[in-house]
């Protein structure tokens, strides 16, 4: 039932994105791309990530079949548009042999599968195709923020960012500064965060098909979780980016006629009177908080209890991350900041969940959304005394999130399991003669 109603409301949530998206921006929605793409050419996206989350369920046999059959029926797709002469944009030839093959275990586990296997791999192709819809799904939301929010709050942001010191431009400039390749790797690993997403929910889910079940939680939950949410705080709070509103702009959206000045990285935004100005129909509003942050941090949790391989990765994916938001002016300072509060808050809210809402659990997930508040709070109605008065605020910013992070890491502590100590069987004591 529970799987049943979940799968009803996910259906419901995405039909009214396809009706959001065809009444403001006249393109298709989820739904539509998404079954498009058993035959056209899929947009870049993790397709064949679905196909490995959902051959956790399969024994290994079974996963060499799906892979197989996906990579054929790939080779047959492109073959046929080659021979046809169909255009196929760039990074777009493969993908629709991983979407057949978990289509093709759905039909498999209704017609040859019963019972609790039936329902595992069910399961297994609901676990796929969500990380694929999510993608769709996001796609959608961020139209929307750009279509319905005609004017962004930049300037709320860049004056609060004076209270930490205007980190992007920073980082901007020691970006800019260090040479083709340290940009060129950050850019993959900031563009590639939901391949460190794949791998590490291969790692816990690994022994899903020896114990028939999965894992109470795991990472994919926490990244669904926080895309679903998150852009709804983009239409509350839009804002577009430093690159955005005080640079050139990138990817042939925004740019300077937009701009309110072009500044970025090399001249601090002065403080001045903030107020909501006017950003085009095109590009997101996908900024406060920031979800790179956000999904990179729960990378980083989710990767503690794995090898010291996947740790070092773990690490090393965050902090590349949190570089390449701030060094190529996508973020904020303080869009870090919230999005840091944002992904502990959801991590506590489903361990909660999993646990049975107990007081430490309502205590932990009630103050990270109180700090959250007020933290949007702040940046939309206090900017200038932050900027104003650095040395109170930057540090009272940077001593919330460190407060969310000690909760939710001495909550978590006090949730895992701790062995019993094995009592050893007392001695035999000498007889007294």
């Known amino acids: 039932m529970l799987w049943a109603t979940a799968g009803l409301v996910a259906l419901g949530f995405l039909i009214a994105l396809e009706i959001a998206a065809r009444r403001y921006g006249g393109v298709p929605g ?12 899929p947009k870049p996206g993790p397709l064949y990530g679905g196909l490995a989350l959902m051959m956790v369920v399969l024994t290994w046999r079974q996963r060499f079949i799906a892979a197989g059959a996906a990579i054929g029926i790939d080779v047959v797709f492109v073959l046929v548009r080659w021979a046809v002469g169909a255009e196929v944009p760039e990074g777009q030839f493969f993908g629709n042999g991983a979407l057949w ?23 297994g192709v609901g676990l796929g195709l969500l990380l694929v819809a999510g ?4 796609d959608t939301w961020l139209l929307i923020t ?8 930049d300037p709320y942001v860049a004056t609060a960012d004076h209270a930490l010191g205007n980190p992007s431009w920073l980082a901007g400039r020691m970006l800019e500064a260090s040479g083709p390749l340290v940009p060129h790797v950050i850019d993959l690993v900031y563009a590639q965060l939901a391949v460190a997403a794949v791998v590490a929910a291969l790692y816990q889910l690994r022994n899903v098909a020896t114990e028939r079940r999965f894992p109470r939680h795991h990472l994919v939950r926490t990244f669904l979780v926080i895309g679903l949410l998150g852009p709804a705080v983009y239409m509350i709070f839009p804002v577009v980016g430093p690159v955005f509103a005080y640079g050139p702009g990138t990817s042939g959206t925004g740019g300077v006629q937009w701009a309110v000045a072009n500044l970025w990285p090399h001249t601090p935004p002065p403080i001045g009177v903030p107020h909501p100005v006017p950003y085009d129909g095109l590009t997101p509003r996908n900024c406060m908080p920031s979800l790179h942050t956000a999904w990179a941090t729960a990378i980083f949790i989710h990767s503690r209890k794995g090898p010291r391989l996947l740790r070092y990765a773990g690490t ?3 902090v590349a991350t949190l570089s390449a938001t701030l060094g190529f002016g996508y973020h904020y300072g303080v869009d870090l900041v919230a999005g840091v509060v944002f992904a502990l808050t959801v991590e506590g809210a489903l ?9 430490s659990g309502i205590q932990l997930v009630a103050y990270g959304t109180a700090v959250f508040g007020a933290l949007l709070v702040m940046y939309r109605f206090l900017p200038m005394e932050m900027a104003r008065h650095p040395w109170v605020f930057g540090p009272l910013v940077m001593l919330s999130m460190v407060s ?6 001495r909550t978590n502590r006090a949730w895992e399991p701790t062995a019993a100590p094995t009592l050893r069987p007392p001695e035999p004591q000498p007889e007294m003669v």
């Open 404 to 409: 969310v992070i000690y909760g939710y890491v």
């Open 30 to 41: 989820p739904i539509t791309n998404q079954a498009r793409e058993v035959l056209f050419p």
């Open 101 to 123: 093959a978990m289509l093709g275990c759905a039909v498999v586990a209704i017609t040859r599968r019963t019972g609790e296997e039936r329902v595992l791999m069910l399961k």
């Open 351 to 359: 361990r909660a969940y999993d646990r049975g809402w107990d007081r």
């Open 135 to 138: 993608r769709k799904t996001g």
């Open 146 to 153: 750009a279509k319905t929010r005609p004017t962004v709050l």
């Open 316 to 318: 090393f994916w965050l």
